[in-house]
């Protein structure tokens, strides 16, 4: 089997941090065509012109009966300040491979290439796609939503799709996510009338307008009928002022709150909510939708990934739709979309690791996971 180690080190040392590209979609593209997929590397305008993103499509086979799908992304977060080795020079250290991106997720994308090169080994009816994204982090308009318009425009939409991303909590194996909650993040802004503390008459305070609202909003009680996802839950943000002596009050103030929200509401419904209950404030709201809650029931796909999982760890997998959201949004209108990868807890933080034995572990799992999806599984 290919070094899914080597692969691995070799896409960190590239610094992807989005939206540079710095070589990492070429060393997936010639890795792939060595296993004989045809690839496309294509890079996506934003409607301005101004950014520009490169993206991956690549494909093993010609079926259009049965389509897996493996959307993941190569771009990685700034590394920050305070790492023990440079985040950019993958290094092993007590088991664990040591660098920015090993676990989101450069560490998948590695295990689902090499896992997709061993099998294209074998004979199979069947098609494995790769949809590769250089803008997950911050964008996904030249990205994911690029892409997937060209998926459609060229006939290329997967039955299926496996998202590569970490979804492992405590152990490699223990949790798949089904689905995440939606995301929306709301602006609230007062202007008041600046003015001395000491004389409450004269001024009208931004800041007090925003918290009181802030404040109304954290006692909303929000209903949790389904189930299948975590509470919608409020939270505040960021809270700003053009103020900075402590006895003056500020005439303009701004806070931000994101809301992770269940199938109970959508980007609309909560709109609604928010411009109604500030009615009684005297403050302005602007949105930021980001995508609303969703959830993949599909009983084929979760049962191949669980004894794939289980059959390689001995671990019993469990469903979330938890968690920050992911492409998987866009991803479902089109197919159904699971989630599994690497143990998520040292994402986007310094000395990002993965254990060594989990990543060769995840590549074994995936490629179980092909197996049984195109060849059939006894045990399923
Ligand atoms: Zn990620």
Same mark, same amino acid.
């Given at each position: 089997?290919?070094?899914?180690?080597?692969?691995?080190?070799?896409?960190?040392?590239?610094?992807?941090?989005?939206?540079?590209?710095?070589?990492?979609?070429?060393?997936?593209?010639?890795?792939?065509?060595?296993?004989?997929?045809?690839?496309?590397?294509?890079?996506?305008?934003?409607?301005?012109?101004?950014?520009?993103?490169?993206?991956?499509?690549?494909?093993?086979?010609?079926?259009?009966?049965?389509?897996?799908?493996?959307?993941?992304?190569?771009?990685?977060?700034?590394?920050?300040?305070?790492?023990?080795?440079? *985040?950019?020079? *993958?290094?092993?250290?007590?088991?664990?491979?040591?660098?920015?991106?090993?676990? !989101?997720?450069?560490?998948?994308?590695?295990?689902?290439?090499?896992?997709?090169?061993?099998?294209?080994?074998?004979?199979?009816?069947?098609?494995?796609?790769?949809?590769? #994204?250089? !803008?997950?982090?911050?964008?996904?308009?030249?990205?994911?939503? @690029?892409?997937?318009?060209?998926?459609?425009?060229?006939?290329?939409?997967?039955?299926?799709?496996?998202?590569?991303?970490?979804?492992? =909590?405590?152990?490699?194996?223990?949790?798949?996510?089904?689905?995440?909650?939606?995301?929306?993040?709301?602006?609230?802004?007062?202007?008041?009338?600046?003015?001395?503390?000491?004389?409450? &008459?004269?001024?009208?305070?931004?800041?007090?307008?925003?918290?009181?609202?802030?404040?109304?909003?954290?006692?909303?009680?929000?209903?949790?009928?389904?189930?299948?996802?975590?509470?919608?839950?409020?939270? *505040?943000?960021?809270?700003? #002022?053009?103020?900075?002596?402590?006895?003056?009050? *500020?005439?303009?103030? @701004?806070?931000?709150?994101?809301?992770?929200?269940?199938?109970?509401?959508?980007?609309?419904?909560?709109?609604?909510?928010?411009?109604?209950? =500030?009615?009684?404030?005297?403050? @302005?709201?602007?949105?930021?939708?980001?995508?609303?809650?969703?959830?993949?029931?599909?009983?084929?796909?979760? =049962?191949?990934?669980? @004894?794939?999982?289980?059959?390689?760890?001995?671990?019993?997998?469990?469903?979330?739709?938890?968690?920050?959201?992911?492409?998987?949004?866009?991803?479902?209108?089109?197919?159904?979309?699971?989630?599994?990868?690497?143990?998520?807890?040292?994402?986007?933080?310094?000395?990002?690791?993965?254990?060594?034995?989990?990543?060769? &572990?995840?590549?074994?799992?995936?490629?179980?996971?092909?197996?049984?999806?195109?060849?059939?599984?006894?045990?399923?």
């Amino acid at each position: 089997m290919a070094d899914v180690i080597s692969l691995c080190s070799d896409l960190v040392r590239c610094k992807s941090v989005t939206p540079h590209d710095d070589g990492v979609m070429e060393v997936v593209a010639n890795f792939l065509k060595a296993a004989g997929f045809e690839t496309n590397i294509m890079i996506f305008r934003s409607p301005d012109g101004k950014n520009e993103v490169k993206n991956l499509f690549a494909k093993y086979g010609s079926s259009k009966e049965m389509i897996l799908g493996f959307l993941g992304h190569v771009d990685v977060v700034p590394p920050g300040d305070g790492w023990e080795s440079d *985040p950019f020079e *993958p290094i092993q250290k007590n088991g664990y491979l040591v660098g920015r991106g090993v676990c !989101d997720m450069k560490g998948g994308v590695a295990a689902f290439c090499c896992a997709a090169a061993e099998f294209a080994k074998k004979e199979f009816a069947g098609t494995i796609e790769f949809l590769l #994204t250089g !803008d997950e982090e911050i964008g996904t308009y030249e990205g994911i939503q @690029s892409l997937l318009d060209w998926c459609c425009k060229t006939e290329n939409i997967p039955h299926d799709c496996l998202i590569g991303e970490p979804s492992s =909590s405590a152990v490699l194996g223990d949790r798949i996510y089904l689905g995440h909650r939606g995301s929306i993040n709301v602006t609230v802004k007062a202007v008041g009338k600046q003015g001395h503390v000491a004389y409450p &008459d004269d001024f009208k305070n931004s800041l007090s307008d925003v918290c009181r609202f802030v404040v109304h909003m954290l006692n909303y009680k929000w209903d949790h009928n389904d189930q299948r996802f975590p509470k919608t839950n409020l939270e *505040p943000t960021m809270l700003f #002022t053009n103020n900075y002596a402590c006895n003056v009050v *500020p005439d303009q103030t @701004s806070a931000n709150m994101n809301i992770r929200f269940s199938a109970d509401y959508d980007s609309s419904k909560l709109r609604e909510i928010l411009l109604k209950e =500030s009615e009684n404030f005297d403050v @302005s709201l602007e949105f930021i939708e980001s995508g609303n809650a969703f959830y993949c029931d599909d009983d084929r796909l979760k =049962s191949l990934m669980v @004894s794939s999982i289980k059959d390689v760890t001995g671990v019993d997998a469990t469903f979330s739709a938890g968690g920050g959201t992911s492409d998987g949004r866009f991803m479902i209108s089109h197919c159904n979309t699971i989630e599994f990868g690497l143990i998520d807890n040292v994402i986007h933080q310094k000395n990002e690791r993965s254990k060594v034995q989990d990543l060769i &572990d995840l590549e074994k799992i995936y490629l179980l996971f092909l197996e049984s999806y195109f060849l059939g599984n006894k045990n399923i």
